[in-house]
Structure formats: structure tokens, C-alpha cells
């Protein structure tokens, strides 16, 4: 299946009031806040939604999924600290919880790489990349793993539903373009 039939099957378990039952980790999103400035688009449950929807309907199923559970990490690790909502460690405490979700939904062929794209998908922040900036023979080693160019796709449709201030999209596609020359 590709991730548009995932995307219509997920909408269809919303329409029917199934949802929450089936994603508990995503519906405890609702009323999870996040930094305005990054998402003006609302809770992190709205952003999730958007970043599902972002993904194009031909993608890999696992980058569908990855999208969708990025940020299930934030339920239980978000704070206000210092005045600013943050989810310290919200990749690895997501990572860690999508095994089991892929194994209930009967998928669990699928766990241990969409864990791999919910652990890592923040890695660009880490980068430091602007003009004219050579990559690293550790960064060159990470985007030869197997699973890079999903990872990107669940980057990009994590950028494109962040509504406010963000420049992951941006980067993103700075990175991507290293991945092409």
C-alpha cells in the first residue's frame, strides 16, 4: 500500500470516531502546545494531521507513517520551560513507542523502520548548514544509510506543516540537494 490509501484509511477511522481507540499515542496530541513562533498552525495534534496530509500519495507507506507518529514523543515530554513550550527528547520517547502501535494496527513489519524515522527526525537540526558549507564525513556516512531519502520525506512533511517561523523546509532542501550532486 502506498501512503495515500493509508492517509484515506486513517481519515476513515476519524470520520467513524475510531480514531482514538486505534491511535491513542496521536489523539493525546490534542491540546499539546508548541511553540507559536514554529507552529502557528496550533497543538501538536493539528500539526501531526498537517504533516500526514503533506505526504505525497505515491510515498512509501513508512514515510506515511513516520509523519504521522513524528511527534507522539510530545505527549509526555512537553514542558514550558523558561517561559517557551519544549519537547526535550520527544523523537527517542516516540521512537520507543512505535513498535508496539505497528504491531496493533497489524503492521509489524514496519516498526523497526518508521522507529528509525521518528528517532531521527529532527537530525537536520544538528547540521549547521548555510552557504557554502561542506558536509562532514559523519554527516556523508548518515545519508548513505538505507533509509535516508524516506527519512527526508518525513522531514519534509514535518516543515511543511510547520505554519510559523521555521526554516526545516529550507534546510531540508539544502540537504537534499547535497544528496544529488
Same mark, same amino acid.
Given at each position: 500500500?502506498?501512503?495515500?490509501?493509508?492517509?484515506?484509511?486513517?481519515?476513515? #477511522?476519524?470520520?467513524? $470516531?475510531?480514531?482514538? +481507540?486505534?491511535?491513542?499515542?496521536?489523539?493525546?496530541?490534542?491540546?499539546?502546545? @508548541?511553540?507559536?513562533?514554529? *507552529?502557528?498552525?496550533?497543538?501538536?495534534?493539528? *500539526?501531526?494531521?498537517? %504533516?500526514?496530509?503533506?505526504?505525497?500519495?505515491?510515498?512509501? @507507506?513508512?514515510?506515511? #507513517?513516520?509523519?504521522?507518529?513524528?511527534?507522539?514523543? =510530545?505527549? +509526555?515530554?512537553?514542558?514550558?520551560?523558561?517561559?517557551? #513550550?519544549?519537547?526535550?527528547?520527544?523523537?527517542?520517547? $516516540?521512537?520507543?513507542?512505535?513498535?508496539?502501535? &505497528?504491531?496493533?494496527?497489524?503492521?509489524?513489519?514496519? %516498526?523497526?523502520?518508521?522507529? #528509525?524515522?521518528?528517532?531521527? *527526525?529532527?537530525?537536520?537540526?544538528?547540521?549547521? &548548514? $548555510? *552557504?557554502?558549507? =561542506?558536509?562532514?564525513?559523519? @554527516? &556523508?556516512?548518515?545519508? +548513505?544509510?538505507?533509509?535516508?531519502?524516506?527519512?527526508? +520525506?518525513?522531514?519534509?512533511?514535518?516543515?511543511?506543516?510547520?505554519?510559523?517561523?521555521?526554516?526545516?523546509?529550507?534546510?531540508?532542501?539544502?540537504? %537534499?540537494?547535497?544528496?544529488? @550532486?
Amino acid at each position: 500500500m502506498k501512503a495515500a490509501d493509508y492517509r484515506k484509511l486513517v481519515e476513515g #477511522w476519524l470520520g467513524d $470516531g475510531s480514531f482514538d +481507540e486505534r491511535l491513542p499515542e496521536v489523539a493525546a496530541l490534542r491540546g499539546v502546545p @508548541q511553540p507559536e513562533e514554529f *507552529h502557528a498552525e496550533g497543538d501538536a495534534f493539528t *500539526h501531526t494531521m498537517l %504533516a500526514a496530509r503533506a505526504v505525497d500519495d505515491d510515498s512509501d @507507506q513508512r514515510v506515511f #507513517w513516520g509523519a504521522l507518529l513524528h511527534d507522539i514523543g =510530545k505527549a +509526555e515530554t512537553t514542558r514550558l520551560i523558561r517561559g517557551r #513550550w519544549r519537547a526535550f527528547g520527544h523523537a527517542e520517547a $516516540g521512537a520507543k513507542l512505535v513498535p508496539g502501535i &505497528l504491531v496493533r494496527l497489524g503492521l509489524p513489519d514496519l %516498526a523497526d523502520d518508521v522507529a #528509525w524515522l521518528v528517532k531521527n *527526525h529532527l537530525f537536520h537540526f544538528a547540521w549547521h &548548514l $548555510g *552557504h557554502n558549507v =561542506k558536509l562532514t564525513r559523519n @554527516q &556523508l556516512r548518515f545519508m +548513505e544509510h538505507p533509509l535516508f531519502r524516506l527519512l527526508l +520525506e518525513v522531514c519534509a512533511a514535518d516543515a511543511a506543516a510547520s505554519l510559523g517561523r521555521s526554516d526545516k523546509g529550507r534546510v531540508i532542501k539544502m540537504i %537534499a540537494d547535497f544528496l544529488e @550532486q
